[in-house]
């Protein structure tokens, strides 16, 4: 399974992003789909996270400048950014958990459980 990711750059503070992530490959099934962002020197922490029912979670700095969605159909997370503040900065992961078809020894496919991370984007909040 291959994430990619987009819509990461260079904002002022009280800016807007969108990010956009797309997974491509043999999937069966998408049940998470989530950004994390990694600060320099800091370890990497989620930022919100949904799933394909529509349900999200935000981490507490997110909760009302930060918008996730899903589109199903296109296997698509958006992870819509509003009154960003420089300690936004950060490099922005999306991961994706589901289920992928892989065959098994008797030439069959099953579906197997599966996690995978985007390349990154780097989101950067001048004051």
């Known amino acids: 399974v291959q994430l990619v990711e987009s819509g990461g750059g260079l904002v002022e503070a009280g800016g807007s992003l969108r990010l956009s992530c797309t997974a491509s490959g043999n999937i069966y099934r998408i049940n998470v789909m989530g950004w994390y962002r990694q600060a320099p020197g800091e370890q990497r922490e989620v930022v919100a996270v949904i799933t394909s029912g529509g349900k999200p979670t935000y981490i507490d700095s997110a909760k009302g400048r930060f918008t996730i969605s899903i589109d199903n159909a296109k296997n698509t997370v958006f992870l819509q950014m509003n009154s960003l503040k420089p300690e936004d900065t950060g490099v922005y992961y999306c991961?994706?958990?589901?289920?992928?078809?892989?065959?098994?020894?008797?030439?069959?496919?099953?579906?197997?459980?599966?996690?995978?991370w985007g390349q990154g984007t780097q989101v950067t909040v001048s004051s």
């Open positions: 991961k994706v958990e589901g289920e992928k078809l892989t065959s098994d020894d008797y030439g069959g496919i099953l579906p197997t459980n599966f996690g995978s």
